[in-house]
């Protein structure tokens, strides 16, 4: 079975710098997906960013990227520039058997 | 494009009362769909999906139920809502294949009474 684990305390990011969420993850297959999503104040789960096992290189989406590290079973968000949108708790997710193991949630809240 | 549509917004029960939640997907077919319940402050937790009309996998035992009377359409009921009901709830899509994104409605934020 999947397991994803996101173990940071909330986190206070400046405006404009560049913040780093947690993850790692347990699985024995060989092929598996991971995913970032947002959950801002408002609740709805937005789609991030993709990254699958056999990528050669780590994912990017505008100001989000993923560092992939497989053999350390990590795949860390990385949120470049932050802006006060930015502020919202952050899932990480893997996929497995139709569906989505999700981690316990980074909450991060950008200053001005 | 695809979308989801999700209602009600926001639902306020008595104990003991039935419930019924519907989610439909647009500009897809055979779609995996998905229901969720996140507890206030928490992660999410997987209560059923269906990979295809009819097929409901349960993930939770409790005295929730779901149901997929068309391709695109999936319901979340309950005969006798309990306090321990109370939550947002999320359903969700994705397409079949390897490693698909879920695409999530917005959401329904339930209070039980």
């Known amino acids: 079975a999947q397991k994803i684990t996101q173990t940071q305390p909330g986190m206070f990011v400046q405006e404009k710098e560049a913040v780093t969420l947690d993850c790692t993850y347990d699985?024995?297959?060989?092929?598996?997906?991971l995913f970032w999503y947002k959950q801002p104040s408002s609740g709805e789960m937005i789609f991030l960013i993709y990254q699958g096992s056999y990528d050669q290189q780590n994912a990017t989406e505008g100001r989000y990227s993923l560092n992939f590290q497989k053999a350390r079973k990590s795949a860390n968000l990385v949120i470049s520039a932050s802006q006060l949108g930015d502020s919202a708790m952050y899932f990480c997710a893997m996929d497995g058997n139709n569906r989505l193991a999700f981690g316990k949630g980074n909450q991060v809240v950008v200053i001005p | 494009s695809q979308t989801i549509h999700q209602w009600p917004a926001t639902l306020v029960q008595p104990v003991g009362s039935p419930l019924s939640l519907e989610c439909t997907v647009e500009?897809?077919?055979?779609?995996?769909l998905y229901w969720y319940r996140q507890a206030a402050g928490r992660g999410l937790q997987l209560l059923f999906y269906s990979v295809g009309i009819g097929q409901i996998s349960s993930e939770v035992p409790q005295n929730l139920s779901a149901s997929r009377p068309q391709d695109r359409q999936f319901i979340l009921s309950s005969k006798k809502l309990l306090l321990s009901d109370s939550g947002f709830y999320l359903c969700?899509?994705?397409?079949?294949?390897?490693?698909?994104?879920?695409?999530f409605g917005d959401g329904t934020r339930l209070s039980i009474l």
């Open positions: 969700a899509w994705r397409s079949t294949g390897l490693n698909q994104p879920q695409h």
């Open positions: 699985t024995s297959d060989p092929s598996y997906g």
């Open positions: 500009g897809t077919s055979n779609p995996n």
